[in-house]
C-alpha cells in the first residue's frame, strides 16, 4: 500500500494535532493508513465507480479534518463535491492528483 505514495517528492505536512496528548497517540495509525485511502480512492475513480469515490471522499474529508489535516479534507470534499456533482474527468483527476500530494505529504510529516 505504501507503494500509491512512494515517488513523490513533497515537503512534510503535519497534523495540527501533533503536539496533543491524546492525538497524538492515535495519528500513527491514521496516517499510515492513508495510502489505503488512496489506493482504495484511485481504484474507484479509474473503475468510474462514482458512488464508492464519493464515500471515500466523504469518509477521507471528515477524518482528515478530525486529525488535524484540513487540506486534505477540504481537497476530498472538492473532489466529493466534482464527483457528485459534474463528473469531469479532468477535474476529479486533478483533485485526485492533489489528495495523493498531500497524503504523502502527511506520511512525510508523521516522521518529523
Known amino acids: 500500500m505504501q507503494g500509491e505514495l512512494s515517488g513523490l517528492t513533497a515537503s512534510p505536512l503535519k497534523s495540527l494535532f501533533a503536539d496533543d496528548e491524546i492525538i497524538a497517540d492515535i495519528l ?49 470534499q472538492k473532489l466529493e463535491e466534482e464527483i457528485k456533482g459534474g463528473c469531469q474527468l479532468p477535474v476529479i483527476e486533478s483533485y485526485l492528483a492533489d489528495a495523493i500530494t498531500l497524503c504523502h505529504r502527511a506520511v512525510i510529516g508523521l516522521g518529523r
Not at 469515490?53 to 487540506?71: E, F, W
Open 28 to 76: 500513527p495509525t491514521f496516517v499510515q493508513n492513508m495510502p489505503r485511502y488512496v489506493s482504495a480512492l484511485r481504484d474507484s475513480v479509474e473503475r468510474r465507480d462514482w458512488v464508492a469515490s464519493a464515500k471515500i471522499c466523504h469518509d477521507l474529508k471528515g477524518t482528515a479534518g478530525g486529525y488535524g489535516y484540513p487540506q486534505i479534507g477540504q481537497v476530498a
